[in-house]
Every structure is written in structure tokens, then in C-alpha cells.
């Protein structure tokens, strides 16, 4: 990534272009008011306090199924060029058993070879179904993202609830959101879902259903979101 990426106006940009997708330029010009000149070097209250009030418009001036394909179309993604070895497996076979399984070998190899967790830590992690793969059964995915990679070691070492919620997420506003006491809208969270949807919608070439089933925004310790694939898959 490159060194002058700036996460907040990024995420901006694909914010504000979504919104006139699924609505129109008028509606995302009212909803992004406000955000000039915020970037990553911004206070993070007035991130917080921003985007509060901007989902508070969103969810206003737009019909709720709309908000979620907003959001979940201004996610992060996986890197696109590494999901063609399961494209491809998927082409020739179409096993999606076999890639999954292939996909959860992957994120294994890097736990062990880039995050250098012991396999006490692995085996924790696959226990709570976190990462890309997550757990599936005939046609669904539940899956839980995992801890930013950064603070994975001191999530799993952390007793204290709260301070693990603060480091769990990989979102910057959501995690300085969390150690402020403040609190964003919980269809924010669909933003997230919005990376695990990208990844095997890639992979099939074909729509795929999410949704949120916990979030830390609704209390729980962790964000988990079921996936439903196409029977036809």
C-alpha cells in the first residue's frame, strides 16, 4: 500500500461515490457534509462525532436495505490478487467445499509464517471461527472477524473485556469509537461485512447474502456475520 494511502480519505471517497449510486449525488452530498478536510491526521472525536451524524443522515434520507449496499460496497477488501488461485480452483471444480477448505489452509499458513503465532494461539483462533474461512455448513459461512493483526497477541492476552473491545477492530474511527466510550451506528458495522461478501462473491463470479449477527456496537465481544451462498454454487 502505498506510503501516502490515507485510510479516512479513501474511505470518504468510496463512501460519498456509493451513496449517489444507490441514491444520488444530492443525497450524498447532504450526507458527506461536513467531511472536507477530514483525513487520518484528523482529531478522532470529530471523526467519531462526523460520522455519527452522517450515518444518522444516511439512515434518513435513505431506505434501509440501501444503507446496507452502501456500506457494505465501502468496505476494505481482501487483495483481489490473491483470491485468483480460488477463482480459478473454483472455475475447474466447482467444489466449494474444496475451496474453502483450501482458503482456511491459506489463512493458517499465515498465522503461522507472517503473525508467528504458536499453535496453542492458532488452535484459539480457529476455535472462534475468526479469519477469512470461518465455519461453514451446507450453503452458509459464519464467520467472526479477527482482531487486527497488530494487537492479536495482546487481545488474546487481555482479560479485561473492555480493553479488549478497543483493540479489536481494524476500522481506526470504531477503535478510537470504543476507547472514547462513544458509540456509531451499528449498520456501520456492515462496512466490515462488506470484505468477507467481496471475497467469495470474487471467487463464485456470483451475488452472495450477508448479514451481521453480532457486533461490538450491540455489545457483544466480537463481529460475526453469516454468509449465504447461492444453491446453485
Known amino acids: 500500500m502505498s506510503e501516502n494511502f490515507d485510510f479516512e480519505t479513501d474511505w470518504l471517497n468510496k463512501f460519498h461515490k456509493n451513496i449517489t449510486r444507490f441514491s444520488d ?41 440501501e444503507v446496507r449496499k452502501i456500506l457494505l460496497e465501502s468496505a476494505c477488501h481482501y487483495p483481489q490478487s490473491e483470491l485468483e488461485e480460488f477463482k480459478q480452483l473454483y472455475a475447474e471444480t466447482r467444489d466449494v467445499d474444496l475451496v474453502h477448505r483450501k482458503l482456511q489452509e491459506k489463512f493458517e499458513r499465515f498465522l503461522s509464517n507472517v503473525l508467528k503465532l504458536d499453535e496453542k494461539m492458532i488452535a484459539e483462533v480457529e476455535r472462534r471461527g475468526w479469519g477469512v474461512a470461518g465455519f461453514k455448513k451446507g450453503n452458509t459461512i459464519i464467520v467472526a472477524k479477527i482482531p487486527k493483526s497488530g494487537y492479536l497477541k495482546q487481545y488474546l ?33 456492515y462496512c466490515s461485512a462488506g470484505f468477507y461478501k467481496n471475497i467469495w462473491e470474487t471467487i463464485l463470479q456470483k451475488p452472495v447474502e450477508i448479514e451481521m449477527l453480532k457486533s461490538i456496537f450491540l455489545g457483544d465481544d466480537e463481529c460475526q456475520f453469516k454468509i449465504t451462498l447461492p444453491v446453485d454454487a
Not at 443525497?27 to 461536513?34: D, M, R, Y
Not at 478510537?176 to 466510550?181: E, F, N, R, S
Request: net charge negative.
Open 25 to 65: 449525488e444530492e443525497t450524498a452530498q447532504k450526507v458527506t457534509e461536513g467531511a472536507e478536510g477530514l483525513n487520518s491526521k484528523s482529531n478522532p472525536e470529530d471523526i467519531i462525532s462526523w460520522t455519527q451524524h452522517a450515518l444518522d443522515r444516511l439512515e434518513r434520507f435513505v431506505d434501509d436495505s
Open 157 to 189: 492476552d487481555e482479560k479485561d473485556p473492555e480493553k479488549r473491545r478497543e483493540i479489536y477492530c481494524h476500522c481506526p474511527r470504531i477503535r478510537d469509537a470504543v476507547k472514547l466510550g462513544k458509540s456509531i451506528p451499528s449498520n456501520y458495522c
